[in-house]
């Protein structure tokens, strides 16, 4: 079941044709004829069921298929959600057996490193899709979904997950950004501190490499693109542009016990116009924990922090700061909101450029860090490297238990 070289071959084919499906799709906005939005769930980790509950409680949806490649999490999401054994797909590829049943839309909160094929194919089927970030590992499976979703823009919609994006007081800052409120915007900060993450179970194997994905670079992305883009793709909202090049550093020095993600970055980005941002992150941190992206203008300054308050002090205007509240999940359900509705009044949406331009800057400030050079955009877009995991996994792996481990 290796699969490393196959995702090549398809990303290629994906960016160029936008996908290779071959399945009869759907009526893209069959919603008008069904009372309830019908929802294919790909991804039943912790997330995936969690989603799938704001889903229900806050849209006329119905989860009625589920896709994971460990049996185990597919049964418990199956009870949970109350979707019978005959919607239960459970293997690396069998999600494209759920896209032909009569789903109209597919949430995809599966390993990063999935997301282009699993997106791709659903677009390709006449799914709308519901995306988590990042939406890729690597530059071409960016464009890839990119290009998918652009060819079937004019039915289908495709939205990536950000909360930031939601939340009324990150609107009210950006908007006041862009008014030029804080006048020329010269530098800033964007950095993410918090805990280390724990494992799923004991590592060793390809299975338990699978389990354990945020541990590692090619199935996540590292910490920069898989955890550290909400405050990345902040910082791309406020300048209204992606990075033109980067130079960073960073390493491993506590959390060696599993993977091979870096578990601190320290990044330099240049935007146009000579804008700085300088970015760090850590992900094994005891007595600190924060997100926040901070832009320094010529009149001003906005101070924006993901669990805690947002707020501009300019010399001819002030916000007060203001709680984000629960951004997390309010964020969440603002984004299922607006993606039903889409589909309800047949006017589709696409974030997918922007969530794009988000993925490739923190895949940049990767590239950068891990040559300790610095990397232009031109350059790393011109590379399109291809990450690959190289999994081996057995018959059984679907079925292997978690083995507990000590924290």
């Known amino acids: ?13 994906a960016a160029g044709a936008a996908g290779v499906l071959l399945v009869k799709p759907a009526t893209a906005f069959g919603y008008a004829a069904n009372e309830t939005l019908q929802l294919g769930l790909i991804g039943c980790g912790g997330r995936g069921p969690w989603l799938a509950n704001l889903f229900h409680e806050h849209s006329k949806t119905k989860v009625v298929a589920l896709h994971d490649y460990f049996r185990d999490k597919v049964r418990s999401a199956g009870e949970k959600l109350e979707v019978g054994e005959d919607r239960q797909f459970v293997g690396l590829d069998s999600y494209r057996e759920m896209y032909t049943h009569d789903i109209d839309a597919v949430a995809v909160i599966s390993p990063s490193y999935f997301h282009p094929r699993q997106a791709v194919d659903a677009l390709e089927a006449g799914k709308h899709v519901y995306l988590a970030k990042p939406i890729a590992v690597d530059a071409p499976g ?3 979904i990119v290009a998918a979703a652009s060819k079937h823009g004019d039915k289908l919609s495709a ?3 950000f909360q930031t994006r939601m939340s009324p007081q990150y609107q009210a800052a950006a908007k006041a950004i862009h008014e030029g409120q804080i006048g020329n915007i010269v530098l800033g900060q964007a950095y993410y501190h918090t805990g280390r993450l724990h494992l799923q ?17 090619s199935l996540s992305g590292d910490i920069i693109v898989e955890q550290n883009i909400h405050t990345i793709d902040v910082a791309n909202w406020f300048l209204n542009a992606h990075p033109v090049k980067a130079r960073g550093t960073g390493g491993r020095k506590v959390r060696t016990d599993a993977g091979d993600c870096w578990d601190h970055f320290v990044v330099t980005y240049t935007y146009p116009n000579e804008a700085l941002i300088d970015f760090s992150s850590s992900q094994f941190l005891t007595g600190f924990d924060d997100i926040c992206t901070r832009v320094f203008g010529s009149e001003g300054t906005v101070d924006a922090h993901y669990f805690g308050t947002v707020g501009l002090e300019a010399r001819k205007h002030t916000i007060p700061a203001e709680s984000t509240g629960d951004i997390y999940k309010n964020g969440a359900i603002a984004n299922i909101k607006l993606f039903h509705e889409s589909i309800a009044t047949a006017k589709p ?14 895949i940049l400030g990767r590239m950068a860090a891990y040559e300790g050079r610095e990397v232009t955009w031109d350059e790393m877009m011109q590379r399109a490297e291809v990450l690959d995991p190289k ?3 057995p018959e059984n792996g679907p079925d292997t238990p978690r083995e507990p481990v000590e924290r």
């Open 1 to 13: 079941m290796q699969h490393g070289t196959g995702r090549r071959d398809f990303l290629k084919t």
């Open 142 to 144: 960016c464009e890839a």
């Open 159 to 161: 939205w990536v997950d």
């Open 201 to 217: 179970t004991k590592p060793g194997t390809d299975v338990a490499k699978l389990r354990n994905w945020f541990f590692d670079i």
């Open 349 to 362: 949406i696409n974030n997918t450029r922007q969530s794009a331009d988000s993925t490739l800057a923190g």
């Open 391 to 393: 999994l081996d996994l």
